[in-house]
């Protein structure tokens, strides 16, 4: 069984250019969750997807998009990158919906600096 | 306005002695808990959970309490090790909020030898 695995690990871009970033679930998990982990602060959650829909959205702008595909893999897109957006980007892979409080495995996250 | 708080940055503990790291919230929704543990250049690894119909929790050396009129729980390793050295986050939800997790800002354990 493989773990959560993202990629890049690590990601320079400027102010104003469109990121798209990756993770690749747990095996036979068909839910993904994306965090955004900025310096000295907890994970704050973004989305989640759930057999590929959208199924929950925390306080983020649209300019932060997702896709889950069906071999579990998923993608995190931001455009019109700002300042603000440089943190440490993670996503979590759940078996089922949040309803069971099912055990979210974390990927290593990516890395983002926006300059 | 942050609805999970670890007040302690960082705590200090000799090998051997008992580590409690500490957070408060502040949402009475809140229903689900959980401790998770990081490494640097890892991603947080689940360490324990503990449902509001619980006021404690244990597996082996980690022990998880619940205080739900204080709004308080703390997580306690005993005895701690130098492997236990991590960033501890305190995690919290509500059932059907669909993944959302809400997260304190995390304490640095550091278990000296």
């Known amino acids: 069984e493989t773990g959560v695995t993202q990629s890049p690990t690590h990601l320079i871009k400027t102010r104003g250019q469109q990121v798209t970033l990756r993770c690749s679930s747990q095996?036979?998990?068909?839910?993904v969750s994306w965090y955004q982990q900025a310096l000295g602060q907890g994970p704050q959650f973004i989305f989640q997807?759930?057999?590929?829909?959208?199924?929950g959205r925390g306080n983020f702008p649209p300019r932060f998009s997702g896709l889950q595909f069906p071999n579990y893999s998923s993608e995190l897109n931001v455009n019109a990158l700002e300042l603000d957006d440089s943190a440490l980007y993670l996503c979590?892979?759940?078996?089922?919906?949040?309803?069971?409080?099912?055990?979210?495995?974390f990927g290593p996250g990516t890395r983002l600096t926006v300059l | 306005d942050q609805q999970v708080k670890q007040n302690s940055p960082s705590l200090s503990v000799q090998e051997g002695r008992i580590s409690i790291l500490n957070c408060d919230y502040t949402?009475?929704?809140?229903?689900?808990f959980l401790w998770y543990k990081k490494y640097p250049a890892e991603g947080p690894t689940f360490l324990i959970s503990?449902?509001?119909?619980?006021d404690k929790n244990e597996d082996g050396r980690f022990t998880v309490f619940l205080n739900k009129s204080a709004k308080h729980l703390s997580l306690h390793i005993v005895p701690s090790q130098p492997g236990d050295s991590a960033v501890y986050f305190c995690?919290?939800?509500?059932?059907?909020?669909?993944?959302?997790?809400?997260f304190g800002k995390g304490t640095k354990l550091s278990v000296k030898p």
């Open positions: 997807y759930y057999r590929e829909e959208e199924n």
């Open positions: 949402n009475s929704m809140f229903d689900y």
């Open positions: 503990i449902s509001s119909i619980k």
């Open positions: 095996s036979g998990h068909n839910t």
């Open positions: 979590a892979s759940s078996l089922g919906t949040s309803g069971s409080h099912n055990e979210q495995f």
């Open positions: 995690a919290a939800s509500v059932t059907g909020s669909q993944g959302n997790l809400i």
